[in-house]
């Protein structure tokens, strides 16, 4: 029995602007990922892959088709719909947006704050577990200013998985590392997912980590394709 997607986008458009300046920016895209997926999406950059992450992350309205994320449309949801959702999703930018007076335990802390069923001890010891996998045990107590680039970016991994969430969207988390760095976040990522059968949509124009993909979507001009890959 096949499972449902856990995202599925269905002849879905986008538009920046209104009037004379209305410009289409994703052209009918569909696509499916399902749990436990790694995709990975490139293009050239404007090409649209970061406004359909957002849409799919429930950062940006859906205007048209039908975007089915967990189930939900996302196409009309009421706003409260939409932030329950986000509860779900695990977001890794290529800018860490950590806060910096905060340590990376605070950092990782902050995301478990939505799930109220937590005690502080309880999301503690989850920021500090969650640190200790992603190989920043003993820097727990730094701040970011402290850290460098690969160590910053680990945060904001451990960040995005510490609720486990069933997506992780991560847009371009490799673009400011040297090799090895890319190299360690996106497999940190690719074990921390497949153990939790998670669901990662990848954004990104670096080849070295293609490999780790299931699957490869290339977006141009607005518009999708699948790229056959045998990397199982």
């Given amino acids: 029995m096949l499972q449902e997607p856990i995202i599925a986008i269905d002849q879905v458009s986008h538009y920046y602007g209104t009037g004379r300046l209305r410009k289409q920016v994703l052209f009918e895209v ?62 890794i930018f290529q800018a ?23 005690t502080d001890r309880e999301r503690r010891d989850k920021a500090e577990a969650m640190l200790a996998a992603v190989g920043l045990g003993d820097w727990i107590n730094y701040y970011p200013h402290e850290l460098s680039g690969g160590q910053k970016q680990r945060v904001a991994i451990a960040r995005a998985l510490v609720s486990q969430p069933k997506i992780v969207l991560a847009d371009e988390p490799t673009a400011a590392l040297d090799k090895k760095s890319g190299r360690d976040v996106v497999e940190i990522m690719q074990k921390l997912a497949k153990q939790q059968g998670s669901a990662i949509l990848l954004v990104t124009h670096d080849n070295r980590i293609l490999d780790v993909a299931d699957r490869i979507l290339n977006m141009e001009d607005g518009r999708l394709s699948s790229v056959e890959l045998s990397v199982m």
């Fill in 30 to 91: 569909t696509a499916s990922i399902q749990p436990g997926e790694i995709v990975i999406m490139t293009g050239p950059s404007g090409s649209g892959k970061t406004t359909l992450l957002t849409l799919i992350g429930a950062l940006r309205s859906t205007q048209e088709g039908s975007m089915k994320v967990l189930g939900e449309e996302l196409n009309g949801a009421p706003p409260g719909k939409l932030v329950e959702l986000r509860r779900n999703i695990g977001y």
């Fill in 96 to 118: 860490h947006n950590l806060l910096n007076s905060l340590t990376a335990r605070q950092n990782v802390q902050m995301s478990t704050e939505l799930h109220e069923h937590l």
